[in-house]
């Protein structure tokens, strides 16, 4: 069953829905989000965003340092919206 939340993009300024059965990526991108994207798979580490509230959940990915991950960094391919969420594109 597909299911929507919210997604508030910082400096855009901007509040989408998004499919939470689809990656962040492919949602920003549905909505012509600008973001830096290659391969999909979490391994290039192009699509990174600051997650500033809320909760995603995250597919295991090959590219974000220990450091990253400690400072709420994610990979917009590899991680799902859970609940409305607030993001930065980094
Ligand atoms: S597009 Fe390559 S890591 Fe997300």
């Not at 069953?1 to 059965?21: G, H, K, R, T």
């Not at 991108?29 to 391994?43: A, D, E, S, V, Y």
């Amino acid at each position: 069953m597909e299911s929507i939340c919210i997604i508030q993009v910082q400096d855009l300024n901007c509040e989408l829905l998004v499919d939470n059965n689809k990656s962040i990526l492919d949602n920003l991108l549905h909505h012509n989000i600008p973001i830096r994207h290659k391969c999909h798979l979490g391994i290039c580490g192009s699509c990174k965003y600051k997650l500033k509230n809320g909760k995603v959940r995250n597919n295991p990915d090959f590219c974000l340092s220990e450091k990253e991950i400690a400072e709420n960094i994610y990979l917009a391919c590899c991680s799902f919206p859970d609940e409305d969420f607030e993001i930065e594109i980094i």
